[in-house]
């Protein structure tokens, strides 16, 4: 049986017989007539279940993309736009990172869909990609808006950096960060 994402939870199950069927499962309900006559838990409702297990198909409330930074298959929130980034890229809005060059501690205000080379930095009139600290990185890098961690407890209105996504990494002393200054950075 193929299984195929229809969103919303729902998929279409291409049975043996040639029939498809439209499992929902959220409200755990088939179409096929085991369910709708007999109200037994169907073939295809397991079916589902499985594919899910095995991560040929996406869970509920999830779509298959290919992140748009390292190009690996990924399953991605459904209704978020881009970009799409698989779980080993992926930053959130308010995640502790450190900058690779000059290990300060930064807090992510949020990832953009734009590339390293078509953003350019205010002030200074260069690409984030020729930007000289950012030498070595991709141009084609996705771009990140971050504030400096001492930024937050010292400014009222805290200035964003724009930083190539692999200068980032994300950092396990995140939990010293109070949740009112990640607040403030991503708002």
Known sequence: MAVRPLGGGRYAVDSQSGATYVVDLPAATCTCPDY?????HCKHLRRVGIEITARR????????AVCDACGA?????EHEGPPDLCPVCRLEPGDVVSDRETDDRLVVARVTPA??????IEGVGETVADYATNEGYPADDLVVE??????LTRRESPRRYSFPLSRLERV??????DRR????ATG
């Open 36 to 40: 709708q006559i007999r109200g037994e």
């Open 57 to 64: 198909v996406p869970a509920p409330g999830k779509r298959a």
């Open 73 to 77: 298959d990924a399953f991605v929130p």
């Open 115 to 120: 590339r390293a080379d078509e953003v350019v």
């Open 146 to 151: 971050a504030v400096y961690l001492g930024d």
């Open 172 to 177: 396990d002393d995140a939990a010293v960060v």
């Open 181 to 184: 200054l990640r607040e403030r």
